[in-house]
T-cell receptor, first 113, second 115 residues
Framework: AQKVTQAQTEISVVEKEDVTLDCVYE???????LFWYKQPPSGELVFLIR??????QNEISGRYSWNFQKSTSSFNFTITASQVVDSAVYFC??????????FGTGTSLTVIP | KAGVTQTPRYLIKTRGQQVTLSCSPI?????VSWYQQTPGQGLQFLFE???????NKGNFPGRFSGRQFSNSRSEMNVSTLELGDSALYLC??????????????FGQGTRLTVV
C-alpha cells in the first residue's frame, strides 16, 4: 500500500525566513515519483517539483530546493527567503503504477509580513 | 494555452438529489482524473479516464460515476447525495496516461455543498 505522511499540520514563519516542509512516504514499488504541489486559496493544485525514485540528487530551483533520501523515505521541501505569496497549503504526493496520486494531508504555511 | 476548466465552481444540493460536474482538460490532454478533497479525508482519488475508458478507480461507492467524451471532456456524477459528499472536487488533466513523471494540471475545483 502507498502512504504519504506530512506530520506538520500548520507552520508560521516571518517573511524572509527559510522554511522546510517534511514528507515521509511508504511504497514497495521500486519505480515511483514524488511531487510537491501548492494549493492557494483559489483551490487549484499548482505543480512545484518532482523527483523520481532513481535520482537522489538534490537540487535547487530558484527559492525552492528539495532533499530526497531513500534511506529514510523522506522528500523534504525548502523555501528560501519566504514571501507572503508563499502562504498556501502544500501537498506532498507519491505516484506509482496506476497513475493516481497519493497525497499527504497537507501543511498549511502562513508567511507573516 | 487555457488551463483545466471545471464547472460549476459552486453548487448547493439537497440530500437525495444527484449532481453532475464537468471538467474540460487542457487542449491535447487525453487523461482526466478526479479527486475529492475533504477536511477529514484529505485528497482522495476517485477515477481516471483515458480515451473515453475508465482506467483506474478509487475506493468510492457506486454512487460516484463518471465518463469521458471523444473530445476528452469529462463529467462525474454523484447520485443520491449524502451530507458527507460535501467536498471540493478537483479534476486533473495529463497529456497521456502512463507517464509517472508527468505532472498533472489541476482545475480550481467544484465546491459541492449538500444540505
Amino acid at each position: 500500500a502507498q502512504k504519504v505522511t506530512q506530520a506538520q499540520t500548520e507552520i508560521s514563519v516571518v517573511e524572509k525566513e527559510d522554511v522546510t516542509l517534511d514528507c515521509v512516504y511508504e511504497t514497495r514499488d521500486t519505480t515511483y515519483y514524488l511531487f510537491w504541489y501548492k494549493q492557494p486559496p483559489s483551490g487549484e493544485l499548482v505543480f512545484l517539483i518532482r523527483r523520481n525514485s532513481f535520482d537522489e540528487q538534490n537540487e535547487i530551483s530558484g527559492r525552492y530546493s528539495w532533499n530526497f533520501q531513500k534511506s529514510t523515505s523522506s522528500f523534504n521541501f525548502t523555501i528560501t527567503a519566504s514571501q507572503v505569496v508563499d502562504s498556501a497549503v502544500y501537498f506532498c504526493a507519491l505516484r506509482v503504477t496506476g497513475n493516481q496520486f497519493y497525497f499527504g494531508t497537507g501543511t498549511s504555511l502562513t508567511v507573516i509580513p | 494555452k487555457a488551463g483545466v476548466t471545471q464547472t460549476p465552481r459552486y453548487l448547493i444540493k439537497t440530500r437525495g438529489q444527484q449532481v453532475t460536474l464537468s471538467c474540460s482538460p487542457i487542449s491535447g490532454h487525453r487523461s482526466v482524473s478526479w479527486y475529492q478533497q475533504t477536511p477529514g479525508q484529505g485528497l482522495q482519488f476517485l477515477f481516471e479516464y483515458f480515451s473515453e475508458t475508465q482506467r483506474n478507480k478509487g475506493n468510492f461507492p457506486g454512487r460516484f460515476s463518471g465518463r469521458q467524451f471523444s473530445n476528452s471532456r469529462s463529467e462525474m456524477n454523484v447520485s443520491t447525495l449524502e451530507l458527507g459528499d460535501s467536498a471540493l472536487y478537483l479534476c486533473a488533466s495529463s497529456p497521456t496516461q502512463r507517464t509517472l513523471n508527468t505532472e498533472a494540471f489541476f482545475g480550481q475545483g467544484t465546491r459541492l455543498t449538500v444540505v
